[in-house]
């Protein structure tokens, strides 16, 4: 068999690159694949496929479940780093897209601007998926919503509480609420809005704004939060501490939500910041599933955008 050299690519740049029908056909996927790793069941529809994984950002998650699920799938890995490769030196992006995806089957990202991933999607011959940006990360988004639907059933109708920075996971969580039916309670502190441009929503019908945080939580399905300070935003970190004193989930916000009410945060998360322990380690905290899932959903990802719509 020989690669085709222009066969039609889809990449997972942001979550509304996808349809609720893919989103469907993907959870199904994800817990199929899920059953098979817990049943150690060999699925290597992935042999002889390579994984380009490049860093330009710090991880644990994120490099972990895409190793760790390419080989389970029976591919293997090449991982780069701004500072160990030609990134770091200014080659242009465009080239970088060109060389990494004629050596390799699929591209994974982790970068600062929207803009750079695209501009990488558009000069590569295969798919690229993105890892996190300043402005998306819908890999996190998906193992989210997995774990919400695994859980608590659909999350169509019900309503998501988003308490703190109008960053990168916020943007992602409105995507999402548009694309799948359902609403997002934005709280954050005065200047750190979503820009409803920057997060390419269609309209302002799946969310609701919030001053104070605790009204965001108020019969909430679902109450999640984020750092303060994302990865490249650290020189604002004294500044954003003072400003975001009130947005930290904890018990009072949660006893508000629906009694039924589960509580996710990305991670890495910071006790006494955005959430107090006693929310992040207590009953209704799913974020150990939640971070789990990050390996399932994005090994049925790589199975999609690879061999399109699997049964297997
Ligand atoms: N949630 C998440 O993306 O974690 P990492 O930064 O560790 O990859
Ligand atoms: N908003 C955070 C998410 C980390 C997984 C950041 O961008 O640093």
Same mark, same amino acid.
């Given at each position: 068999?020989?690669?085709?050299?222009?066969?039609?690519?889809?990449?997972?740049?942001?979550?509304?690159?996808?349809?609720?029908?893919?989103?469907?056909? $993907?959870?199904?996927?994800?817990?199929?694949?899920?059953?098979?790793?817990?049943?150690?069941?060999?699925?290597?529809?992935?042999?002889?496929?390579?994984?380009? +994984?490049? /860093?330009?950002?710090?991880?644990?998650?994120?490099?972990?479940?895409?190793?760790?699920?390419?080989?389970?799938? #029976?591919?293997?890995? *090449?991982? $780069?780093?701004?500072?160990?490769?030609?990134?770091?030196?200014?080659?242009?992006?465009?080239?970088?897209?060109?060389?990494?995806?004629?050596?390799?089957?699929?591209?994974?990202?982790?970068?600062?601007?929207?803009?750079?991933?695209?501009?990488?999607?558009?000069?590569?011959?295969?798919? @690229?998926?993105?890892?996190?940006?300043?402005? /998306?990360?819908?890999?996190?988004?998906?193992?989210?919503?997995?774990?919400?639907?695994?859980?608590? #059933?659909?999350?169509?109708?019900? *309503?998501?509480?988003?308490? #703190?920075?109008?960053?990168?996971?916020? &943007?992602?969580?409105?995507?999402?609420?548009?694309?799948?039916?359902?609403?997002?309670?934005?709280?954050?502190?005065?200047?750190?809005?979503?820009?409803?441009? @920057?997060? #390419?929503?269609?309209? &302002?019908?799946?969310?609701? @704004?919030?001053?104070?945080?605790?009204?965001?939580?108020?019969?909430?399905?679902?109450?999640?939060?984020?750092?303060?300070?994302?990865?490249?935003?650290?020189?604002? &970190?004294? @500044?954003?501490?003072?400003? /975001?004193?009130?947005?930290?989930?904890?018990?009072?916000? +949660?006893?508000?939500?629906?009694?039924?009410?589960? /509580?996710?945060?990305?991670?890495?998360?910071?006790?006494?910041?955005?959430?107090?322990?006693? *929310?992040?380690?207590?009953?209704?905290?799913?974020?150990?599933?939640?971070?789990? &899932?990050?390996?399932?959903?994005?090994?049925?990802?790589?199975?999609?955008?690879?061999?399109?719509?699997?049964?297997?």
């Amino acid at each position: 068999m020989t690669k085709p050299a222009s066969a039609p690519v889809r990449h997972y740049l942001q979550f509304s690159d996808l349809s609720a029908d893919d989103y469907a056909h $993907l959870f199904t996927r994800a817990a199929e694949i899920k059953r098979k790793f817990k049943t150690y069941e060999k699925y290597h529809p992935l042999a002889d496929r390579t994984l380009a +994984m490049i /860093f330009e950002k710090a991880s644990t998650r994120t490099r972990v479940s895409f190793e760790a699920g390419m080989y389970q799938l #029976g591919g293997s890995v *090449v991982h $780069l780093t701004t500072g160990d490769s030609q990134l770091g030196r200014a080659e242009p992006i465009e080239d970088s897209a060109r060389v990494i995806s004629r050596m390799t089957d699929i591209v994974m990202i982790r970068t600062y601007g929207q803009d750079k991933i695209e501009r990488f999607a558009s000069h590569s011959r295969v798919p @690229v998926i993105n890892g996190l940006t300043n402005e /998306f990360h819908p890999c996190q988004i998906l193992a989210d919503i997995f774990t919400f639907i695994e859980h608590r #059933g659909s999350i169509k109708g019900k *309503v998501v509480a988003w308490v #703190g920075d109008g960053n990168n996971m916020a &943007n992602t969580w409105l995507q999402a609420a548009e694309l799948l039916g359902f609403t997002v309670h934005l709280s954050t502190p005065s200047g750190y809005e979503v820009d409803q441009a @920057v997060a #390419g929503l269609q309209g &302002n019908a799946c969310y609701k @704004v919030f001053a104070d945080p605790l009204e965001a939580c108020r019969d909430a399905d679902l109450v999640t939060t984020d750092v303060w300070t994302s990865m490249g935003y650290e020189a604002e &970190n004294d @500044v954003r501490k003072q400003a /975001f004193a009130d947005w930290c989930v904890d018990e009072a916000m +949660m006893q508000v939500a629906r009694p039924e009410a589960l /509580f996710m945060h990305c991670l890495p998360a910071h006790r006494g910041e955005e959430v107090s322990a006693e *929310v992040i380690d207590g009953p209704q905290s799913v974020v150990w599933d939640e971070a789990e &899932n990050r390996l399932h959903v994005q090994k049925a990802l790589m199975e999609f955008l690879l061999l399109g719509r699997v049964n297997a």
